[in-house]
């Protein structure tokens, strides 16, 4: 627990627009009956869903650009334990959130089974090489860095397999280094959308983030801060959209073209939080937000254990996640609406929780 220390409100909100966003698209009633902006793109493609994941790596780079000043006082030793430590907790949290819970019918859960790489994990992987560039090198060199990755992840996506789901260079490099039990099985095959090449790329999503945030505190939030927020982000989201015509924007396989997409919109988006909030001080609605921002990483983890619990006790042959979602909200609602109300539901406890939190200022921090 810990309290909160140079923050400004756009980025809590920014924070905990994203986390609320990610709940309800995590946690639909039926997924067979979900709004198309609230699923991802089967392939190719862009949706509102496929932007939650690279904003959220986003922000945990605009809150390194605070939190990383104390790092300059440091020597390089304590600085490589600070960051490994933090990457070994959270990659850690993601790996036991997948194994959770534990045990199946008396049996623990075979370790064989268990997906190593997710979510979690990419943040871990990500906020870690991210550190250790920023720390010891310039400004400048990460962004040539950051230019260096997307290029280079394009040569080999090319280079090593097809942009296909079964011929991927992600695909193949996970089942050569972990095996198929370990990954993901959403697809219909195993593949891992969070695999370990593409967080080569998700890399610059936290890079872009970070000097978001550098350049904010540097410049104040203003009317010339937010124009060049502005028209960077739209000059990113340009460039997404051109490398599209060679490089498809596909989250799944995280594509340099959808790495400038995300990041320019993210841009843009920040920028409006900013002048809405931090200029015009239109508070009112932001406190909601807030909550969420404030203690992302403890109610993103309580949002998935929940649900994943609520799968995991059986009611008359089906799980109670289903049972509720059927005859609470989808029996009197129809398939659609009934399945966005089970995931607001499910978003609305958890920031009950947070709010809870909030007012008894608990703030838990890895």
């Known amino acids: 627990m810990s309290e909160l220390k140079n923050r400004y409100l756009s980025l809590d909100v920014f924070r905990g627009l994203d986390v609320a966003l990610m709940i309800v698209v995590n946690s639909p009633g039926n997924g067979s009956t979900t709004f198309a902006p609230l699923n991802h793109a089967s392939w190719n493609g862009f949706t509102l869903t496929d932007l939650v994941f690279p904003t959220f790596l986003f922000v945990v780079g605009n809150s390194m650009s605070f939190s990383m000043k104390k790092y300059e006082s440091m020597g390089s030793g304590a600085v490589f334990k600070k960051v490994f430590k933090r990457t070994a907790i959270i990659f850690l949290l993601g790996f036991l959130m997948y194994w959770f819970p534990f045990f199946d019918d008396g049996h623990l859960k075979p370790f064989a089974e268990t997906r190593i790489f997710g979510v979690l994990q990419r943040i871990a992987l990500c906020y ?69 090449l593409s967080t080569l790329p998700a890399i610059v999503n936290v890079i872009i983030g970070f000097l978001a945030g550098k350049f904010i505190q540097k410049n104040g939030q203003n009317f010339e801060t937010i124009s060049k927020l502005m028209m960077v982000g739209f000059a990113l989201i340009f460039a997404g959209l051109a490398w599209d015509l060679l490089l498809p924007i596909n989250k799944k396989l995280w594509t340099s073209s959808f790495v400038l997409l995300t990041c320019g919109i993210d841009l843009v988006a920040i920028a409006t939080l900013i002048y809405f909030l931090d200029m015009k001080k239109t508070k009112g609605w932001s406190y909601f937000f807030e909550v969420f921002g404030k203690n ?41 609406v009934g399945s966005l109300l089970f995931a607001l539901w499910i978003m609305l406890t958890c920031w009950v929780v947070g709010y809870f939190m909030d007012k008894k200022g608990i703030y838990v921090k890895v």
């Open 128 to 196: 870690m090489f991210a550190s250790i560039i920023l720390h010891f090198v310039k400004l400048k060199t990460a962004i040539w860095l950051s230019l260096i990755f997307l290029v280079a992840y394009h040569l080999i996506l090319i280079g090593f397999g097809d942009l296909t789901l079964t011929g991927n260079a992600v695909l193949k490099l996970d089942e050569w280094l972990i095996g198929p039990n370990h990954m993901y099985h959403g697809e219909g095959i195993a593949f891992d959308p969070e695999g370990l």
């Open 296 to 336: 992302t990483l403890f109610i993103y983890l309580l949002s998935e254990l929940f649900v994943i619990s609520l799968f995991s006790i059986d009611i008359n042959g089906s799980s109670l996640y289903r049972w509720i979602a059927d005859n609470v909200f989808i029996s009197w609602s129809g398939g659609y």
